[in-house]
């Protein structure tokens, strides 16, 4: 079992930046891969950036070089977000995926809101 829990939204005005953080425990020596997304009502929750034990990130187009994750030993993930904008107003989830003997489970933080305002 992994517990997430994410820390850091708020009310920022357009063009303003905001940093994500989601702090992970349990057994995260067996995370392999922890992420952000995001969902607005009606709507589905999409991927936004990702990074691998290895280092390796990856973004959604909508906020590439907006956008930058980072982690430290898969007890920590971030989301540094530049230049906000009002469709940015969302609900953020961390999500960490954990393998074990060849079964993966994915493990959610209970979200944070961000609200960017004109």
């Known amino acids: 079992q992994v517990h997430l829990v994410e820390s850091g939204g708020g009310l920022v005005r357009a063009g303003e930046s905001l940093k994500l953080s989601c702090a992970a425990s349990g057994s995260t020596f067996n995370v392999n891969w922890m992420g952000w997304y995001r969902q607005t009502p009606g709507n589905q929750r999409d991927l936004l950036a990702s990074v691998i034990s290895g280092g390796t990130t990856t973004y959604a187009d909508s906020v590439k070089g907006r956008f930058t994750v980072s982690g430290d030993n898969a007890k920590n993930v971030y989301l540094q977000m530049n230049s906000l904008k009002l469709e940015d107003t969302a609900v953020y989830y961390c999500?960490?995926?954990?393998?074990?003997?060849?079964?993966?489970?994915?493990?959610w933080g209970q979200g944070t809101q961000v609200t960017v305002s004109s």
């Open positions: 999500a960490a995926n954990v393998k074990i003997g060849g079964v993966s489970n994915t493990y």
